[in-house]
């Protein structure tokens, strides 16, 4: 049979069709954090992250938020103890006047980035392991 005398039309269903299971399937893998796939002796481990992901996000927000009062508290005792005529000790004020050399991490470097994604692969590829040894 000749490959030419197959209408368009079925090429674009099948085209559809292929997208259309890919597009659910990482949909489901997403919305149930892991899906496994067994085709033919060969598994397909799809894991979702993104729920993990917001819940990090969603701490480390509530964290800055909490920094965040915190230092206008110790502004506020500053401010009070000013206005009172008392000297702060100037361990307040330093904490004060230069937190961000004390918060900000290290800069972030390719070579970093790309140990981190190594990492995460082999954690990815030992669990994937453990699964197919089930």
Same mark, same amino acid.
């Given at each position: 049979?000749?490959?030419? @005398?197959?209408?368009?039309?079925? *090429?674009?269903?099948?085209?559809?069709?292929?997208?259309?299971?890919?597009? %659910?399937?990482? *949909?489901?893998?997403?919305?149930?954090?892991?899906?496994?796939?067994?085709?033919?002796?060969?598994?397909?481990?799809?894991?979702? @992250?993104?729920?993990?992901?917001?819940?990090?996000?969603?701490?480390?927000?509530?964290?800055?938020? %909490?920094?965040?009062?915190?230092?206008?508290?110790?502004?506020?005792?500053?401010?009070?103890?000013?206005?009172?005529?008392?000297?702060?000790?100037?361990?307040?004020?330093?904490?004060?006047?230069?937190?961000?050399?004390?918060?900000?991490?290290?800069?972030?470097?390719?070579?970093?980035?790309?140990?981190?994604?190594?990492?995460?692969?082999?954690?990815?590829?030992?669990?994937? @392991?453990?699964?197919?040894?089930?």
């Amino acid at each position: 049979m000749d490959i030419a @005398q197959i209408p368009k039309i079925f *090429w674009y269903s099948v085209s559809t069709a292929i997208l259309a299971v890919t597009i %659910t399937f990482s *949909w489901a893998a997403l919305q149930s954090r892991g899906m496994t796939i067994e085709i033919a002796n060969a598994k397909i481990a799809v894991t979702g @992250q993104l729920g993990e992901l917001e819940r990090i996000n969603e701490d480390l927000k509530n964290q800055l938020a %909490t920094l965040k009062e915190a230092k206008r508290q110790l502004e506020d005792r500053l401010a009070r103890l000013e206005s009172e005529g008392n000297s702060p000790s100037p361990e307040l004020r330093s904490l004060l006047e230069a937190p961000a050399k004390r918060i900000t991490p290290p800069e972030v470097t390719e070579e970093a980035l790309q140990k981190n994604a190594e990492k995460i692969t082999d954690i990815r590829n030992s669990l994937m @392991q453990q699964q197919t040894a089930r």
